[in-house]
């Protein structure tokens, strides 16, 4: 696995010939991954699920919780655990856009401007406490996280593939951090929360960490290239017309019941995160569990409730209670 300092870019697009994986091998994957990545994270294996279900459903995702309960580690070995490129971004106040994204160089040599990548250009991106930085400066994330390209100074240039930002987010300190504008919350297909660890979980990670920190030896599991077939699988998972009612009625609710609900784009991604948690299962084609599960993750974070004393986790939870399940 490579490092923060890596300079190289792996493109993971399945090579010519190679077939998506099948629904069994994308359940090993996903199996492997979740087992890898437990060896650093403790007590945390429902959240390491949501991530690799994301990233199979090539969606990124943003963690928010207090500081020091393990956001940025859990990225770090997600990413660990597939050998592609990975760049992290620590997320300040001074950050630029360009410091992001990267800039034109002029060369003196051959009198021409060479352009330098940012870190936004690699396989896995880490944006760590991304509300520390302006607005301005976060939106330099949404090209890549819409469309999965770059444009500086007028030029347009495709990021590697497959492609996933895994942010952290600051819980606390609000009079130190950023609102992050809704038009990139709404482009992180999932918002999870770590919470603190139970009595005998924590006295596990402190037995862990006694000594070389497990991160140190932990070795990737998959490639770039296998999670790239994984996702083709994924994407041919079966939707049936009753799923995608059901979808539609969810997200209906939202709007009906929320001062902002659910965009199309976020009834999209709960659909791409019902096939992926198939595939997870082992399954070609998604029931309404899956979509359940998935629900408030991929929704809630979308939504503006309005009403005092509500979230939009509430009002996830009442659609869920109230929309006839097919």
Known sequence: MTDANHSDVLDGTARPGEDALSIDEVGSLATDVLDNVTTVIVGQDDVIEHV??????????????????????????????????????????????????????????????????????????????????????????????????????????????????????NAVEPGRTYELPLAEVDRFMKKLQLGYPGTDEEIELLDRVAGEHPIESLSSIASANDLSRARDAVSSVTVERPIREYVTSLAGYTRENAELGASPRAAVALLRAGQARAAFEGRAYVVPDDVKVEASPVLAHRLRAGDAGRSGVDIVADALETVPVP
Not at 59 to 70: A, K
Not at 133 to 157: C, I, N, Y
């Open 52 to 169: 690799v279900v994301a990233m199979l459903a090539r969606g990124h995702v943003l963690l928010e919780d207090v500081p020091g309960v393990g956001k940025t580690m859990l990225a770090r070995s997600i990413a660990r655990s597939f050998d592609c490129s990975f760049k992290r971004v620590q997320f300040t106040p001074d950050l630029l856009p360009a410091d992001i994204t990267g800039v034109n160089v002029f060369d003196k040599r051959s009198g021409e401007f060479e352009f330098q990548p940012g870190p936004i250009f690699a396989n896995v991106v880490l944006g760590d406490e991304i509300n520390r930085a302006p607005p301005k400066t976060q939106s330099a994330l949404l090209e890549a996280m819409a469309e999965s390209q770059v444009t500086v100074d007028g030029t347009t240039r495709e990021v590697p593939s497959p492609y996933t930002v895994i942010a952290t987010q």
